[in-house]
């Protein structure tokens, strides 16, 4: 069962505190993004990779940081730099970046939470 | 920066009407895409147009692309209750390196 998954769905934050997002897929895609999606909005790029051992920072990239150590596995660290982490964020990935066709696969987000 | 903007931002619609959206964006694209999203759920493709296509089919959906006037637009036929969700289009720029730009969403409610 191909597909992209986040973990955990739920997550809650105290202030001061850094968080990591889980994303892993198993569609052998070379390339990886990180969104963020706040209420009723579009979503910004944070931090993209196309390779292994190699990512970019995307729109909104402070606050954050990312591995891309394995092909499978793109995780998100929320630091407390990050003033106004509360968000939706997705994980996506694509076979061809470069290509005509990069359509992206989304992951189901993962929902974080200041308290 | 979002590139892509939809209009109208929300629409309300009776069972088995039409649907139709509008995405307006800035720069020459390579293609461009629409996104379904169900609520608190991640996006899902639905259908991609390239630079030198005008009207792409899929199943009820039509999508148009008018690259002097830098706008799509996306037509759901025959609405159904489950269609409803946001709609996103993503372009992709032909000078950034491939990264997708998403627009702000149109927010479909279709009634029963």
């Known amino acids: 069962d191909g597909g992209i998954t986040q973990s955990p769905k739920y997550l809650f934050r105290k202030e001061g505190q850094n968080v990591t997002l889980s994303c892993e897929q198993n569609?052998?895609?070379?390339?990886m993004y990180w969104y963020r999606q706040d209420p009723g909005q579009g979503l910004r790029l944070i931090y993209y990779?196309?390779?292994?051992?190699?990512?970019q920072k995307g729109d909104i990239a402070e606050g954050y940081s990312v591995s891309r150590e394995k092909k499978e596995s793109f995780p998100l660290t929320v630091t407390s730099a990050q003033k106004n982490p509360t968000a939706f964020y997705l994980c996506?990935?694509?076979?061809?970046?470069?290509?005509?066709?990069?359509?992206?696969?989304f992951g189901p987000g993962t929902r974080l939470t200041v308290l | 920066s979002q590139q892509g903007e939809e209009d109208p931002q929300a629409l309300s619609i009776q069972e088995g009407e039409n649907a139709t959206m509008n995405c307006s964006y800035k720069?020459?694209?390579?293609?461009l895409q629409w996104y379904r999203q169900n609520s608190g759920r991640g996006l899902v493709h639905l259908i991609l147009?390239?630079?030198?296509?005008r009207e792409k089919h899929s199943g009820r959906l039509r999508v148009t692309l008018d690259t002097s006037k830098k706008s799509s637009s996306l037509l759901i036929t025959a609405s159904r209750a489950a269609d409803t969700a946001s709609y996103f289009c993503?372009?992709?720029?032909?000078?950034?390196?491939?990264?997708?730009?998403f627009g702000g969403g149109t927010r479909l409610m279709v009634k029963p």
């Open positions: 996506a990935s694509s076979i061809d970046p470069g290509g005509p066709y990069n359509e992206q696969f």
């Open positions: 569609l052998n895609h070379d390339a």
């Open positions: 990779s196309q390779i292994v051992n190699d990512f």
């Open positions: 720069t020459s694209i390579n293609n």
């Open positions: 147009i390239r630079s030198n296509e």
């Open positions: 993503a372009t992709d720029p032909d000078n950034a390196g491939n990264m997708l730009t």
